[in-house]
């Protein structure tokens, strides 16, 4: 921040700016800082109260190329300009901005604010919905949790009135008559810049239009915006790239989020790490690592969350009579392969795999982990496949290693975890439901029908097979991590271990746009808002922040929970026998599970996999070809660790269940 001292310009200092091509309507109102060089300032036209530090430095331009510190070409008014700023060949002018030091302005057509700004904030975004009625406020530190809230509790009039006059509260202390550039900032061959302000260090290079918005940046999270973009009433977190003719309007972009290659977005909101190119959005949520990376697909009127969007992917709420009401949901962790169509309203359940074009309405919330297929003009569901999917394993641990969010205070609160209480509650309605579709259904059946998708007999009874295998498997990971944190050497020590510390983890879960809650923890959380115990959108943050740092608590009761449900005693009170049956069951549904993954990865070096390798040669020069670029199943990382963990899980529990026998 600036904190020279400033004072009037001497006789002889006006002489010299005026022998430089300077003027001013008032030279009374230009102040400078010591000590002045009036050598750096040169054809400047001067109007209102302009405040100046000392240029005395030199800027380095791409390529190695430096130029002088100062001011030259360019029409400032109401300007404070920060030490060592450069600012050259300003087509028009420079109006209501504090510039802080190390800025770079080169050839940029006009900056400008004009009146009270609120630069973005307080911007009401239609998401989800064409037709109106989730309007959520966006702000420089909206996370996806508090959107979620803002725009899908609509129904809940007393929370939504209290986020909402704390929005208002935070837009109201940032609305100014001045905007910023922050330190170290470069805007760099750009056209018009209206009521925006912009942070330190950001890159904003060969914009076309920017009006009313904010580009939050710093050193250690810098934001890029380039070339002919154009952006209304928005909002770039830090981190944030847009760019290569983006057209941005009524949009929130996240911490780490890219946009670009024509990409074309309005009335929608991108949370962290998601990636836009080529498509075009409209009127989405788009939670954490939302993906889409083709021309031909579009996002339109839905809540998606570590989706991945595949090639002429679609959606559409045209079967309507009333206008465009209707919306989708698509639950975190699902993927559309190419060409894939889906008709709102819609619901697909978590880490789904949607295929093909799907003309009717349905909802397959409770049988997650699932493939929903096309065939002859109908939705087949295929329940659970997607848990013994190689590519459903890489996706869960691809996420946290392409978090690249820099900045120490991050919105987002996320949790990775393929297999959570909130998965394993689905998973848990999914045996359930699948059994009295099968029961209900008669043995003679062998199609079903469910809330508008089919499921043939053979794939309820793998899916059935497959989800009480992964819940095996889930609960087994939870206990054993928590025997692992230590020796253990009595029983007593053993029970003392799985004393609850945070009990209300039981019951169902929340997923909030990345963050998990157990559903009593959240309704305390809305209480506590509602009732004003949390006064600031701060407050809220860091209050969700601690909710996090407690997941694997919360966790362990919800798992707790479940051998009270099912086999009426408590982890606590759990014998010898107990433990080992329990890792026993565990370390079998490990080893069945890791034994379907690998073989789905095999199949990519089968020979069906080798088509279009080994151009000009035999077989033996395609098998080489192939070995050459994809390498072999042997060889695979990814298999080799699977491989290599399920021998390290099988000494794990051969070590437990030996300790529990000598207990």
Same mark, same amino acid.
């Given at each position: 921040?600036?904190?020279?001292?400033?004072?009037?310009?001497?006789? $002889?200092?006006?002489?010299?700016?005026?022998?430089?091509?300077?003027?001013?309507?008032?030279?009374?109102?230009?102040?400078?800082?010591?000590?002045?060089?009036?050598?750096?300032?040169?054809?400047?036209?001067?109007?209102?109260?302009?405040?100046?530090?000392?240029?005395?430095?030199?800027?380095?331009?791409?390529?190695?190329?430096?130029?002088?510190?100062?001011?030259?070409?360019?029409?400032?008014?109401?300007?404070?300009?920060?030490?060592?700023?450069?600012?050259?060949?300003?087509?028009?002018?420079?109006?209501?901005?504090?510039?802080?030091?190390?800025?770079?302005?080169?050839?940029?057509?006009?900056?400008?604010?004009?009146?009270?700004?609120?630069?973005?904030?307080?911007?009401?975004?239609?998401?989800?919905?064409?037709?109106?009625?989730?309007?959520?406020?966006?702000?420089?530190?909206?996370?996806?949790?508090?959107?979620?809230?803002?725009?899908?509790?609509?129904?809940?009039?007393?929370?939504l009135e209290k986020l909402e006059s704390l929005v208002s509260d935070y837009v109201e202390k940032h609305t100014y008559k001045e905007g910023e550039i922050?330190?170290?900032?470069?805007?760099?061959?750009?056209?018009?810049?209206?009521?925006?302000?912009?942070?330190?260090?950001?890159?904003?290079?060969?914009?076309?239009?920017?009006?009313?918005?904010?580009?939050?940046?710093?050193?250690?999270?810098?934001?890029?915006?380039?070339?002919?973009?154009?952006?209304?009433?928005?909002?770039?977190?830090?981190?944030?790239?847009?760019?290569?003719?983006?057209?941005?309007?009524?949009?929130?972009?996240?911490?780490?989020?890219?946009?670009?290659?024509?990409?074309?977005?309005?009335?929608?909101?991108?949370?962290?790490?998601?990636?836009?190119?080529?498509?075009?959005?409209?009127?989405?949520?788009?939670?954490?690592?939302?993906?889409?990376?083709?021309?031909?697909?579009?996002?339109?009127?839905?809540?998606?969350?570590?989706?991945?969007?595949?090639?002429?992917?679609?959606?559409?709420?045209?079967?309507?009579?009333?206008?465009?009401?209707?919306?989708?949901?698509?639950?975190?962790?699902?993927?559309?392969?190419?060409?894939?169509?889906?008709?709102?309203?819609?619901?697909?359940?978590?880490?789904?795999?949607?295929?093909?074009?799907?003309?009717?309405?349905?909802?397959?919330?409770?049988?997650?982990?699932?493939?929903?297929?096309?065939?002859?003009?109908?939705?087949?569901?295929?329940?659970?496949?997607?848990?013994?999917?190689?590519?459903?394993?890489?996706?869960?641990?691809?996420?946290?290693?392409?978090?690249?969010?820099?900045?120490?205070?991050?919105?987002?609160?996320?949790?990775?975890?393929?297999?959570?209480?909130?998965?394993?509650?689905?998973?848990?309605?999914?045996?359930?439901?699948?059994?009295?579709?099968?029961?209900?259904?008669?043995?003679?059946?062998?199609?079903?029908?469910?809330?508008?998708?089919?499921?043939?007999?053979?794939?309820?009874?793998?899916?059935?097979?497959?989800?009480?295998?992964?819940?095996?498997?889930?609960?087994?990971?939870?206990?054993?991590?928590?025997?692992?944190?230590?020796?253990?050497?009595?029983?007593?020590?053993?029970?003392?271990?799985?004393?609850?510390?945070?009990?209300?983890?039981?019951?169902?879960?929340?997923?909030?746009?990345?963050?998990?809650?157990?559903?009593?923890?959240?309704?305390?959380?809305?209480?506590?808002?509602?009732?004003?115990?949390?006064?600031?959108?701060?407050?809220?943050?860091?209050?969700?922040?601690?909710?996090?740092?407690?997941?694997? $608590?919360?966790?362990?009761?919800?798992?707790?929970?479940?051998?009270?449900?099912?086999?009426?005693?408590?982890?606590?009170?759990?014998?010898?026998?107990?433990?080992?049956?329990?890792?026993?069951?565990?370390?079998?549904?490990?080893?069945?599970? $890791?034994?379907?993954?690998?073989?789905?990865?095999?199949?990519?070096?089968?020979?069906?996999?080798?088509?279009?390798?080994?151009?000009?040669? $035999?077989?033996?020069?395609?098998?080489?070809?192939?070995?050459?670029?994809?390498?072999?199943?042997?060889?695979?990382?990814?298999?080799?660790?699977?491989?290599?963990?399920?021998?390290?899980?099988?000494?794990?529990?051969?070590?437990?269940?030996?300790?529990?026998?000598?207990?």
């Amino acid at each position: 921040m600036m904190k020279n001292k400033h004072r009037n310009l001497k006789p $002889d200092e006006v002489k010299l700016l005026e022998l430089q091509g300077c003027t001013s309507s008032d030279w009374s109102k230009v102040q400078t800082s010591d000590p002045f060089n009036s050598a750096r300032i040169k054809n400047v036209r001067f109007s209102g109260d302009i405040k100046l530090g000392t240029f005395q430095g030199e800027t380095e331009f791409f390529g190695g190329f430096s130029l002088p510190t100062g001011i030259e070409n360019a029409a400032l008014h109401n300007c404070r300009v920060g030490d060592d700023v450069f600012i050259r060949n300003i087509g028009s002018y420079i109006s209501n901005y504090r510039i802080e030091d190390r800025a770079v302005i080169d050839d940029v057509q006009i900056i400008a604010v004009e009146g009270l700004a609120t630069f973005g904030n307080g911007v009401r975004v239609q998401v989800i919905n064409e037709a109106g009625g989730r309007e959520l406020p966006i702000y420089n530190h909206l996370s996806s949790h508090i959107a979620y809230l803002l725009a899908l509790y609509r129904h809940d009039e007393e929370l939504l009135e209290k986020l909402e006059s704390l929005v208002s509260d935070y837009v109201e202390k940032h609305t100014y008559k001045e905007g910023e550039i922050g330190a170290g900032a470069r805007l760099l061959n750009c056209g018009i810049i209206k009521n925006v302000t912009i942070g330190g260090h950001a890159l904003v290079q060969g914009t076309s239009i920017l009006e009313n918005g904010t580009i939050l940046s710093k050193e250690s999270a810098p934001s890029r915006v380039g070339s002919n973009v154009i952006a209304r009433d928005f909002i770039f977190s830090t981190d944030s790239r847009v760019s290569e003719n983006t057209i941005i309007c009524k949009c929130f972009v996240g911490q780490a989020t890219e946009l670009g290659r024509q990409y074309s977005a309005e009335n929608s909101v991108f949370f962290a790490n998601c990636a836009g190119f080529h498509g075009e959005a409209c009127a989405i949520f788009a939670g954490p690592y939302t993906v889409t990376h083709h021309k031909s697909t579009l996002l339109i009127a839905g809540l998606y969350s570590f989706m991945n969007a595949g090639s002429g992917s679609n959606q559409s709420n045209h079967m309507y009579k009333l206008g465009p009401v209707h919306q989708g949901i698509v639950e975190r962790g699902s993927k559309t392969s190419s060409d894939s169509y889906m008709l709102w309203p819609m619901r697909v359940g978590a880490f789904t795999l949607v295929m093909g074009r799907h003309t009717g309405n349905s909802d397959t919330t409770d049988l997650p982990f699932s493939y929903l297929i096309e065939d002859g003009g109908e939705s087949i569901l295929v329940p659970a496949v997607n848990l013994r999917s190689v590519g459903t394993i890489r996706d869960s641990k691809k996420w946290p290693r392409r978090d690249k969010r820099r900045d120490e205070n991050k919105t987002e609160f996320l949790t990775f975890h393929l297999l959570t209480p909130y998965t394993g509650e689905k998973i848990l309605r999914g045996i359930k439901l699948l059994e009295e579709i099968r029961d209900n259904a008669g043995f003679s059946s062998q199609t079903f029908y469910y809330n508008g998708v089919k499921i043939r007999r053979s794939a309820l009874q793998k899916g059935l097979e497959i989800y009480r295998l992964a819940m095996k498997r889930y609960l087994g990971n939870v206990v054993v991590s928590v025997l692992r944190q230590g020796a253990i050497t009595s029983r007593a020590e053993l029970s003392s271990r799985f004393e609850l510390k945070e009990p209300h983890g039981a019951g169902s879960w929340m997923d909030l746009a990345g963050l998990y809650l157990p559903k009593f923890v959240e309704d305390e959380f809305l209480s506590d808002l509602k009732s004003g115990q949390l006064g600031s959108m701060k407050e809220i943050h860091d209050r969700l922040g601690e909710y996090h740092e407690l997941f694997e $608590d919360y966790e362990l009761a919800w798992v707790n929970q479940v051998f009270v449900d099912e086999r009426g005693v408590a982890l606590k009170d759990f014998t010898s026998e107990n433990f080992c049956e329990l890792i026993s069951e565990w370390i079998m549904a490990v080893e069945k599970l $890791d034994r379907m993954r690998c073989e789905d990865a095999e199949k990519e070096f089968f020979h069906t996999s080798k088509m279009g390798f080994g151009i000009d040669g $035999d077989s033996d020069v395609q098998d080489a070809d192939f070995k050459a670029v994809r390498g072999s199943a042997e060889e695979n990382d990814f298999i080799m660790e699977l491989k290599e963990r399920l021998i390290l899980k099988k000494q794990s529990a051969k070590q437990l269940i030996d300790l529990f026998s000598n207990l």
